[in-house]
């Protein structure tokens, strides 16, 4: 009579009166092995799953947290540009007319780092040479705080908003990992119920290559 695929439970194994101390208690002890291997690879899985979701959500509103501090600084630098160049405006016409109380004023009303580079204008002395620059907010000594914060904190958010989507795509990783892990306890679990051993191996091979594949998964990624 041909050979015929049963599917039955563990306990009528017992009660069929077949040989279970051989091949039988290897195979079974082989499913073990890959059933327990699968539920610890499940177990760090969505463990280092849960961790890298974790830290994709802090790194997005950390992404999120920097860029709208950019704005804030960048809308700061702007008015400060505005400030310089109206009392510089001032200073300039009043200095035309021949008013030096009144320039002087406004001279001292220069912002501490507008100062630098009026010095720097004047040093070229704008009145005689028709090469120098045309205004002070020109010159390589005029610097805005508020606008290199805003660079700084825009590199910033975009250094944040790739950590986070390296972070997506690390628990994307573990998550499919989890899924393979999942498939071997399928595969080992059921082994254990058929009666025609050559397709019992062949589902155990089968279990144990997705523990061989899901393990090197593990091993490549980053964890925490």
Known sequence: MSEHVHIHAPEE???????????????????????????LGIAWS?????????????RYAQASSARAQANRA?????????????????????????????ADLYQRRFRDEFAPAFK?????????????TASPLYVPEYHLANAARADAL????????????????????????????????FFAGISTRFDWLNLRIAVLVLAAAGVAYAAFRLF?????
């Open 13 to 39: 194994l017992a009660r069929s009166g077949r040989d279970t101390t051989g091949r039988e208690r290897f195979y079974e002890l082989v499913a073990a092995v890959l059933l327990s291997l699968a539920t």
């Open 120 to 132: 720097a204008w004047q040093a070229q002395d704008p009145i005689h040479n028709p090469n120098a």
């Open 46 to 58: 969505g463990y280092q799953a849960a961790k890298w979701s974790g830290l994709q959500s802090q």
């Open 220 to 224: 490549t990624l980053p964890y925490f």
């Open 154 to 185: 825009e590199r910033l958010g975009n250094r944040r908003l790739e950590e986070g989507k390296e972070a997506t795509d690390h628990t994307d990783a573990y998550v499919l990992t989890t899924v393979f892990f999942a498939a071997v306890l």
């Open 74 to 102: 960048s809308t700061a630098a702007s008015q400060d540009r505005l400030q310089d160049l109206l009392n510089f405006n001032r200073w300039l016409g009043v200095s035309t007319q021949g008013n030096p109380v009144l």
